[in-house]
């Protein structure tokens, strides 16, 4: 099994910045996709960014382009989320997700999820 815990969530104001972690223990993996993603209440999950574990290849969704960076350490299993230009519309529990397969894609969450972590922008 693999266990991902996030950080870093609190309250922001729009237009300011914060970044989220995220630490993968347990199993061993080098390859997949860990992405984040976000569920704000009464709406669906989706996801925000993601990146290739093995290359660093990044996707993000439209609406954060341009102000979320994701990044990661390959051999510290670790994933940040560098939020900034926040918007009221960012607020939402992020949850870090995995896949580790060598089929992952962008667009199908993996099976490892973390608890999430709350984010909240002020107007």
């Known amino acids: 099994q693999v266990q991902l815990v996030e950080s870093g969530g609190g309250l922001g104001q729009a237009g300011g910045s914060l970044r989220l972690s995220c630490v993968a223990s347990g199993r061993p993996f080098s390859r997949g996709v860990m992405g984040w993603y976000r569920q704000a209440p009464g709406k669906e999950r989706e996801v925000v960014a993601a990146?290739?574990?093995?290359?660093?290849?990044?996707y993000y969704t439209d609406s954060v382009k341009g102000r979320f960076t994701i990044s990661r350490d390959y051999f510290k299993n670790t994933m940040w989320l560098q939020m900034k230009s926040l918007k009221p519309e960012d607020t939402a529990v992020y949850y870090c997700n995995l896949d580790p397969s060598s089929s992952a894609t962008y667009s199908i969450s993996g099976p490892y999820w973390g608890q999430g972590t709350q984010v909240t922008v002020s107007s």
């Open positions: 990146i290739r574990w093995s290359g660093g290849m990044t």
